[in-house]
């Protein structure tokens, strides 16, 4: 271990491992992805369309208004963690009001998230996935909570704790030297906070074992922190039923899996946060009832009416096509109806 030996060499080492982070984020924020779409990473989408066309401009998407592809895109990621900026090769379709869009990078296609939860700022008419900028607060993301700004929920416990976290969240708007250098800080903060701790406490079970090696050390801290765990106790999930989701539950998959299986629930919802877990509880106490997804696609020649013909299945009554402009590229429209008791038919739209 002559590494560790000198104090000035162990600084020297975590300076090391901060700045390769640093490096290392740097370099992300240009990556081509697997389906060599070329997009990059942005912290804060255009707010106008003077931006957007700039942009667009700038990565060379499409500037033709009447082509529908290749359409500049600016979206969070699936999951919430970046803004991605992006050339989108398929047909820009249209979105119902209510929905926000995002990424999903891997598969190059494009997901909605269901807004009506925000505040304010959800969409409220239909509109392209390209003009995103019309409806910032689908683009305002709080990385680190990985939720929509303009989602309560999310802003509340942004603003409460952890000042470090919350204070880059609030800047994460306003430019790019901001975010950087505060997320460099954060992270430095964690990595020498994370090594103090490591080696403290690496300290005290070594001088408490003598004469054992580093590693051998290492693996008692290991199995120490492994106890604090709590274990799966089956017993204990068929005794509390669905509320046995709110104690504190093992992390490691296999024992995510068992729970899930047990209590035949998604293995998503053992891994949500505590509040989503106590409200998915609440509202399966007060009954449960199947709910069927499918997706259908109308597909036909120009003018052919099948935009009539989805307003008709939908039950909407005013079918005059003179309301009804020609859909550029793709219209996305969700409906719900209930079923009869065999789930046959459609009883009721
Ligand atoms: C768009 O935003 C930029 C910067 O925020 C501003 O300078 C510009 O005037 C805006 N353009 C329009 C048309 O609002
Ligand atoms: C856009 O095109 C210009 C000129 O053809 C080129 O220099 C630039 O690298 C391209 N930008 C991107 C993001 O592909
Ligand atoms: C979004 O969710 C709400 C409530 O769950 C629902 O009423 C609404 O139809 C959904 N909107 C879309 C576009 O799916
Ligand atoms: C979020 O998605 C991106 C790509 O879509 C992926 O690289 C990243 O690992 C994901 N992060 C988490 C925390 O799931
Ligand atoms: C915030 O921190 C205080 C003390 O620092 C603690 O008592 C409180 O429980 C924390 N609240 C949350 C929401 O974590
Ligand atoms: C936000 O923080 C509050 C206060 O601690 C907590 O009760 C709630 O569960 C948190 N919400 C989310 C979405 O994490």
Redesign the pocket.
Known sequence: MALYRSPKQRFARFIFAITSLVLGIEENCYARTTTEVYSAKVDVC??????WQEASRRLNCSDDAKSPVNKYHCLPVHNLTSLLEFCYSGHRPQVVKGLCLTYVQEINNLDSYNCTTFDDGCPDTLYHSDETYKFPKCTEIDPFNLCYVADSSCRKNTTVNETSTSKTTQKSTDNKIAIFVSTSVVLSLGAVICIVTTVVIKRRKCNSIKGKGLIECCVTVKARKGVEMPLLNVANITRLGLNYLLERLPTDEESILEIAKTLNVPPEIVRWSKDNKQRFVKSMEKGTKPVYNGRGMVIGCAEAGKTTLVKKLKGENNLSTTSTTSTIGIDIHVHEFKLDAEECTIISK
């Open positions: 255009p707010q106008n369309q003077t931006e």
